[in-house]
């Protein structure tokens, strides 16, 4: 039967790939060591991951669908899906181990795969655009690649029409609508909508428990030489802290006018702009 | 479906490529920008620069590509790779990638250039750096590919040592366009890969091109003036908009003006958004969060109009105006305006002749 037929019989299934990252917003720059502070710093559910799970959540309003939420990571990852269960996920699957840590993109879109594929059955699955914190954007497409699914990128709207996807991808030049059957990968774009809150009967649900597992690579099946730091193709040889070009800095003070004609006599001469 | 992690001896793997994402009858102009780094990075291992043009039609196309400083380029003909679709794309790339192991393959970090080199990473199972900034080859002649971290203050090296090809993804305007060379000579070289309707998987139903209503976009304008939290209102844009127009700029927007639903996603600068390099850049109360920056360091001149003396763009700034942005940027209107109805000839940025 394909997945459409099946589809038919069953309530979609929705897998939703999520990170915990550390809230952009709140971080800052150490001016003496000019590394980014990052203890103390809170956590978030990577904001492109929100923003798929809200596609996901209004699939299920509109269709009814199951929605699984999947991350990877240490178990302090647990607060950001339990967050997604409070805001509407049925439930939360999270793969953690030891010996995942320090891999690349390559280990990672392997090992969600294959925990895709453990919980089985899905239609549609959906990764936010990129992370926040490492920014690739390599993950989602991987995952499509590993599992040999269509995918579509960039996304800012789903339908379900006769049974197939069609969703709404911004490219450079302009919005494209693709149709595709499923199983499916779509990668959701940042801000495309506005994450709902966690509701009330959302957060008694997590706290009666149940909603969420923890999976060790063992569970899943998982081939221990494939992944962690050791088994991902790329590695960070160093990090330069970056010495910004040393701009002249020059600040015109006084009023308005006064420091808008030196403004302006400044860039005039210096060529970029011109009478 | 994936490669497996067996490792081949990698001194078979020898060129450096660079993926040519056709747009429009022309090319994506990161994919010209690529061809001058990656000319530099083939003449330091001493190998040969080849172009990749999977399309319909494209051979003129190719033939152009190739005075942008190509060596040859390797052309699949197919129907179905006339417009960009993930699946038959990166089929074609990594039959190509197997059939002549390049050691080196750039794509452009267009949203094409993500897809493709996203899917085509984890099916070749080898390293891809995502947006570098910078290249070196290495004292083992690995590819040093140098990558914003988070924030963008600091900078990763990221190697590939034991796995081949090193890919890597950059930006539009990291680089600059190559001067065109019309009688460069290379060779084109046509490849087939089977294709067939079943290796089709989506399809376009329904395109809509961007018009320019919007004006001009941050990436292609030479003055950029750029709004933040400042602005305290959507309809404050209007004032940056009428200042844009009358430098021939485009206006942009900070993540925490987007975020604050006050401009489109597609106008924020910045890690999650575009880089963009005009001539000036004009932040209008925008404080300077460090991945702000990382869209907009490499502009030549940086002017921050901000009320708070301690915004931390200030540090980065060659101009900077400490006061009111509702007083300031009325004033820089009327006197451009002044300047204009005045007898001089009009502002107008300076022809892009370097890019």
Redesign the interface.
């Known amino acids: 039967m394909t997945a459409a037929g099946e589809a038919a019989h069953r309530a979609m299934r929705i897998i939703v790939c999520i990170k915990q990252v550390p809230k952009a917003q709140e971080l800052q720059v150490d001016p003496v060591t000019q590394t980014l502070r990052r203890v103390g710093v809170p956590s978030e559910i990577n904001p492109p991951d929100a923003n798929a799970l809200e596609i996901a959540l209004q699939m299920k309003d509109r269709h009814g669908a199951e929605v699984i939420v999947l991350s990877m990571g240490p178990t302090s990852f647990d607060e950001s899906l339990e967050r997604s269960v409070a805001m509407g996920a049925d439930r939360a699957v999270l793969l953690t181990d030891r010996i995942l840590g320090g891999s690349d993109t390559v280990p990672t879109a392997y090992a969600l795969s294959e925990t895709i594929q453990k919980i089985g059955g899905y239609d549609v699955l959906l990764c936010g655009e990129e992370t926040t914190d490492a920014s690739t954007g390599h993950v989602g497409p991987g995952i499509a690649g590993h599992l040999d699914l269509p995918q579509i990128t960039y996304v800012s709207e789903i339908r379900i029409v006769d049974g197939k996807v069609r969703a709404r991808r911004t490219a450079e030049d302009g919005t494209e609508w693709w149709e595709t059957t499923m199983p499916c990968l779509c990668t959701v774009n940042f801000g495309c909508n506005r994450p709902r809150e966690p509701t009330l009967s959302g957060k008694i649900r997590v706290k009666r428990g149940g909603v969420l597992v923890h999976w060790s690579c063992a569970d899943v099946g998982i081939d221990p030489k494939k992944v962690g730091l050791l088994n991902s193709p790329t590695i960070v040889a160093k990090v330069d802290t970056v010495r910004l070009p040393s701009r002249s800095g020059q600040v015109f003070s006084g009023e308005a006018e006064e420091a808008v004609k030196k403004l302006l006599a400044a860039l005039f001469a210096d060529r970029v702009i011109v009478r | 479906?994936?490669d497996g992690?067996a490792l081949e001896d990698k001194s078979h793997f020898r060129g450096v490529w660079v993926f040519l994402e056709a747009?429009?009858q022309g090319l994506?102009d990161v994919s010209v920008q690529l061809i001058r780094e990656a000319r530099r990075l083939a003449d330091l291992r001493g190998t040969a620069l080849t172009g990749i043009l999977p399309g319909h039609g494209v051979e003129d196309l190719a033939r152009h590509a190739i005075g942008y400083g190509l060596d040859r380029v390797i052309v699949v003909d197919d129907p179905i790779l006339g417009i960009y679709q993930?699946?038959p794309f990166?089929q074609v790339m990594a039959q190509l990638i197997r059939r002549h192991k390049p050691e080196i393959v750039l794509y452009g970090a267009?949203?094409?250039g993500?897809?493709?080199?996203?899917?085509?990473?984890?099916?070749l199972?080898?390293?891809?750096?995502?947006?570098c900034v910078k290249f070196d080859i290495?004292a083992e002649g690995n590819l040093?590919?140098i990558r914003?971290?988070?924030?963008?203050?600091?900078?990763?090296?990221?190697?590939?040592?034991?796995?081949r090809p090193q890919m890597a993804s950059v930006r539009r305007n990291v680089f600059v366009t190559p001067p065109h060379d019309p009688s460069r000579t290379g060779e084109i070289v046509h490849e087939t890969v089977e294709l067939s309707t079943k290796d089709v998987?989506?399809?376009?139903?329904?395109?809509?091109?961007?018009t320019k209503e919007g004006g001009l976009r941050p990436e292609e304008a030479?003055?950029v003036v750029s709004g933040g939290y400042g602005l305290r209102d959507p309809k404050n844009f209007a004032m940056l908009q009428e200042l844009a127009d009358l430098?021939g700029g485009a206006v942009a927007a900070s993540r925490?003006a987007?975020?604050s639903g006050w401009v489109p996603?597609?106008f924020?600068v910045g890690?999650?958004g575009m880089t963009v390099r005009p001539?000036?850049y004009i932040a209008v109360g925008i404080s300077g969060?460090?991945?702000h920056?990382a869209g907009m360091?490499e502009s030549?001149?940086?002017?921050v109009i901000n009320i708070d003396?301690k915004a931390?763009l200030?540090?980065?700034?060659?101009?900077?105006?400490?006061?009111?942005l509702f007083?300031?940027v009325p004033?820089?209107i009327r006197?451009?305006k002044e300047?204009k109805t005045g007898g001089?000839?009009?502002?107008?940025?300076?022809p892009a002749t370097t890019r």
């Open positions: 479906m994936t992690h747009r429009k994506r993930s699946r990166s267009s949203k094409n993500r897809d493709l080199g996203g899917r085509l990473h984890a099916i199972e080898t390293g891809l750096a995502a947006d290495d040093d590919m914003p971290s988070f924030g963008g203050k600091s900078l990763a090296h990221i190697l590939c040592k034991k796995h998987d989506a399809t376009l139903v329904e395109f809509r091109e961007f030479d003055v430098l925490k987007v975020d996603k597609m924020q890690q999650t001539k000036v969060a460090v991945q920056l360091q030549e001149k940086i002017v003396p931390p200030f540090e980065i700034a060659d101009y900077g105006i400490v006061g009111d007083e300031v004033e820089m006197q451009l300047l001089v000839s009009s502002p107008q940025p300076v």
